[in-house]
């Protein structure tokens, strides 16, 4: 009945009203949520950002560098295919521990893959066959290494980036890519190298509807010079439970004047892998705000824990901690 009424009495100003309502909803609920603007490198300058450095025992082995400049231009979307999440297509080409170096080209960069863990194994195994198979396509040397907290005090995720960043240092590696075990990347022209700046690398999730929350978010895949992060006196080891240690990894650089850097939108792009929300840290805006206080004495320089034991995988690096 109403119903009818309604319609018959539905003019075209109605629609236009409906759709102005709908647009202006859109808009007032979007412009809180996602940084306005943000600064990025565009794909013509990503190659002369990034740094050249690799570790010693990969240097001059091979007479041609690689060619970097091939994988940047086709930047491919490479998470639709399918055998790169069924098995590691190269297995056979990555040393124990979970190290690859590519032959018949000499590469120009190396990186340690550092991925604080507990208590994920669905997300691991995923983390491990989609990465390996989308590393080992970029021409980089690169290793992963996964710090695992045994304990059963809530998750220390900076602390377990610090225990990482360490033993990258210890074998060599010159540039550090912190990483959520959650976030895979979707752009296979995201090298997986450092760049002068330290590299919010994540900065199209999908979770957030591709676009940034906030510009200072530095958190979920970020790549930093092992120098600079020495520099910064790495991360807080005061961070228990979810949320905060990346804002207060921001405030740091912040405070040495280490400004950050960004690759366009589309080399950008990251999913998520789904799970149950974390608990969220009480404490985390006290502690922030002190950020910049603490850093001198709160970090690499106060790093204690427990080296329960080192297993090389096939995969990776297996570092077993208690915090
Ligand atoms: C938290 C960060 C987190 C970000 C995005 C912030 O409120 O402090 O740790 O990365 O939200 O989820
Ligand atoms: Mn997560």
């Not at 309604?6 to 100003?13: A, C, M, P, T, V």
């Not at 091979?62 to 086709?74: H, R």
């Not at 304990?151 to 550090?176: R, S, T, W």
Request: proline letters at 3%.
């Amino acid at each position: 009945m109403f119903v009818r009424l309604w319609l018959r009495s539905f003019h075209i100003y109605d629609l236009l009203l409906a759709i102005g309502l709908i647009t202006l909803i859109v808009f007032l609920c979007l412009p809180f949520r996602f940084a306005s603007h943000y600064e990025y490198i565009e794909e013509s300058g990503i190659e002369k950002a990034l740094l050249k450095q690799v570790t010693r025992n990969v240097s001059q082995q091979e007479v041609f560098e690689c060619d970097y400049s091939e994988i940047i231009a086709e930047n491919r979307f490479v998470y639709h295919l399918a055998h790169y999440h069924y098995s590691v297509q190269r297995g056979a080409e990555i040393h124990l521990g979970g190290e690859f170096r590519p032959e018949g080209c000499q590469a120009r960069y190396s990186t340690a893959i550092i991925v604080p863990y507990r208590n994920r194994e669905e997300q691991l195994h995923a983390f491990l066959t989609y990465m390996h198979n989308y590393l080992s396509q970029q021409l980089i040397h690169y290793r992963i290494f996964l710090v695992e907290q045994i304990d059963h005090k809530p998750f220390n995720k900076a602390m377990l980036l610090n225990i990482g960043a360490q033993v990258a240092a210890e074998y060599g590696f010159p540039c550090l890519i912190l990483h959520d075990v959650d976030l895979l990347p979707l752009n296979s022209g995201q090298i997986y190298a450092c760049t002068e700046r330290p590299r919010h690398m994540c900065s199209a999730l999908d979770h957030w509807r591709f676009h940034l929350p906030y510009r200072g978010l530095f958190g979920g895949v970020v790549a930093i010079n092992t120098v600079q992060f020495q520099q910064i006196n790495g991360m807080s080891n005061l961070y228990h439970g979810w949320g905060g240690e990346d804002d207060d990894l921001y405030e740091r650089l912040r405070a040495k004047n280490i400004d950050i850097c960004r690759f366009a939108m589309e080399f950008s792009q990251y999913t998520m892998l789904k799970h149950k929300p974390e608990q969220p840290n009480a404490n985390r805006v006290a502690l922030l705000r002190a950020a910049t206080l603490r850093q001198p004495f709160d970090g690499l320089n106060s790093l204690v824990y427990k080296k329960v034991e080192r297993r090389l995988h096939r995969l990776f690096t297996l570092i077993l901690v208690v915090t």
